[in-house]
Structure formats: structure tokens, C-alpha cells
């Protein structure tokens, strides 16, 4: 399970010179009746609902879970609720929090820089309408979560790294706002909130029968409708971002083939070599070994 996190960066004359950097990354999960913010921030980025706040950066703010409300100096407060993002704009005065009944989980990232200046200038995104409905997008916890592990490990060029993913991010909102793909499409539509409960869940065993019935959907219909749009069964689609995540964790951290069994939810070793080696072709010892290897030889 996704543990709370997050990190303040620092910023290099040679990240301002690339026109995007990255200023913090972060998770939390706030449960029904939690005090919010429940992790401890530096003093210029506290947050309290009555006082506000003003920050330096932009940010995106991606509500996974929950809901809650936002307001600024430009907005009127408003619901925010799970598929939103919000965007928190520099010098503008702005606050939220989780509604005390449901909790909410929430991702973010703060950038900033010449490059995106002149993006923000440009009127793609509004500060006097911040609030962008992405629905059950699987993107966003995605890029939400390698910024994370790009953060945690700080490879040779993550920096660089980070603000492409933060670029992607930035498309995926455009493209809503752009195109509302999610528009007519109700079957779609369903289907997209369970690759979105599946990939938040991934590294759980999942009942899909349950899970149809959640949406709701007969359970026939729903893996029809599931393999139609992905190509993949509902089950094959869960167990293929676990070993997706596993081949992540076993060329970005030094976690042993233990714990990357662990991470990803397989309940033994020997069952999580075994479909690995199924569908990459060697067992992930091997795997990480001929990846490491590579990438001695750049």
C-alpha cells in the first residue's frame, strides 16, 4: 500500500537553466475525522483551512479518493471530489481540505521555471477556474507514482526526469480540457473507473466479480466490455502492472527479491518468479542482473 510521503527539492542553477524543475512531490492519506494536514510541512508551505496560504510554485493538486473543498482569492469555495485536479497558481492566495466524513488521498506536484512561465502565459489554464475533472484516469496515478519512485531512488538526471513527467502531466490535463473524452461514453466510462480502482489497488488481490458488482455491472458484461476496451481480461490487466511494478523495483531500488515480491502483492517468491519469468522470459534475479548490466555498459 502507497505509505504517506514527501519531499521538498532542491533546485540547481542548471535545473532553472532547463525551463522546468521540480520543486516537491507528494502523497498523503487523510482518513474520516484525521486531523489535515497530517504530515509536517516546512513552515512556508503550512496549510490550515482558516488561515490559507500563499506559495512561490505552481502546483497540481490530483484527488484520488475522498473529496473535499478548495477556494482561493479568485474562487468561490468549491466541492472537489475524487478525479479532480486543482491547480494552486504562484502568488495567489488559496486553501482546501478533506471533507471530515469521507477523508480524501491526494497527490501533488510543485514545479516552476522559465519554460513554464511562458506556458502558464499562454491562457491554457485558468486561475479563476482551477479545477479540472479528469474522472478515473489511470495516467494520472501512474506519472503520480513514477515521480515518486524517481524521487525516492535520485538517479544520475532525475531532476530532468521528474520535470518530463510533470510535462506529461501538464498534457494530460490540456487534453481534458481540451477534448472531454470522458463525455458520452457511459460503458467507457465505467470501465475507466475500474482500471482506475484496479491500478490504485494493484498490488492487492482484487475480486473482480466483486469489483463488477461495485460499478455496477453484471459480472459477464464487465469482463466483455473490460477485454473490448483493453485487450486484456480484468485479472490479466491487475497482474500485469504488478509485474510491470516489479520490473520498476528491481532496476530502480535495491530491494531484495523478497521485498519486491512483497511490494507487489504475490503471495510467495516462488509464485511471483514464476510469472515473471512467464512473461519476461527470465526470473527476476536474471532480470535484474542483464538490466544492471546495460546499464554499466552506456
Not at 15 to 34: C, D, F, L, R
Not at 254 to 262: K, Q, R, T
Request: proline share 4%; net charge positive.
Amino acid at each position: 500500500m502507497l505509505q504517506n510521503y514527501f519531499k521538498y527539492l532542491n533546485v540547481t542553477s542548471f535545473e532553472e537553466k532547463w525551463g522546468i524543475y521540480v520543486t516537491s512531490v507528494g502523497y498523503s492519506k487523510v482518513a474520516p475525522n484525521e486531523l489535515y494536514p497530517n504530515q509536517q510541512h516546512p513552515d512556508s508551505h503550512h496549510l490550515t483551512w482558516n488561515r490559507g496560504r500563499i506559495l512561490n510554485d505552481y502546483y497540481i493538486v490530483f484527488i484520488s479518493k475522498g473529496k473535499g473543498i478548495y477556494g482561493s482569492a479568485l474562487t468561490k469555495p468549491s466541492e472537489v471530489v475524487a478525479g479532480n485536479c486543482f491547480l494552486l497558481f504562484p502568488e495567489v492566495w488559496h486553501r482546501y481540505k478533506p471533507d471530515v466524513k469521507f477523508g480524501w488521498e491526494e497527490h501533488w506536484v510543485g514545479f516552476n521555471g522559465s519554460y513554464i512561465r511562458d506556458l502558464m502565459n499562454q491562457s491554457i489554464f485558468d486561475a479563476k477556474n482551477p479545477i479540472i475533472d479528469l474522472g478515473f484516469n489511470t495516467d494520472m496515478l501512474v506519472l503520480y507514482n513514477r515521480l515518486i519512485d524517481e524521487v525516492q531512488v535520485s538517479s544520475v538526471g532525475y531532476p530532468q526526469q521528474i520535470a518530463g513527467t510533470t510535462m506529461q502531466l501538464l498534457g494530460l490535463l490540456s487534453n481534458q480540457l481540451r477534448n472531454n473524452q470522458r463525455a458520452h461514453d457511459p460503458v467507457g466510462k465505467l470501465i475507466s473507473k475500474a482500471k482506475f480502482l484496479i491500478q490504485e489497488s494493484f498490488e492487492n488481490s482484487m475480486d473482480m466479480e466483486q469489483l463488477a458488482k461495485d460499478l455496477p455491472m453484471g459480472y459477464s458484461s464487465f469482463r466483455k466490455a473490460f477485454k473490448k476496451i483493453t485487450g486484456q481480461s480484468p485479472n490479466q490487466y491487475h497482474l500485469n502492472l504488478r509485474l510491470e511494478r516489479a520490473k520498476n523495483l528491481l532496476t530502480m531500488t535495491a530491494l531484495n527479491i523478497n521485498e519486491v515480491s512483497d511490494h507487489t502483492g504475490f503471495e510467495s517468491v516462488s509464485y511471483f518468479s514464476k510469472l515473471f519469468k512467464k512473461k519476461h522470459g527470465v526470473p527476476p534475479r536474471s532480470y535484474r542482473i542483464l538490466k544492471l548490466g546495460e546499464g554499466s555498459e552506456m
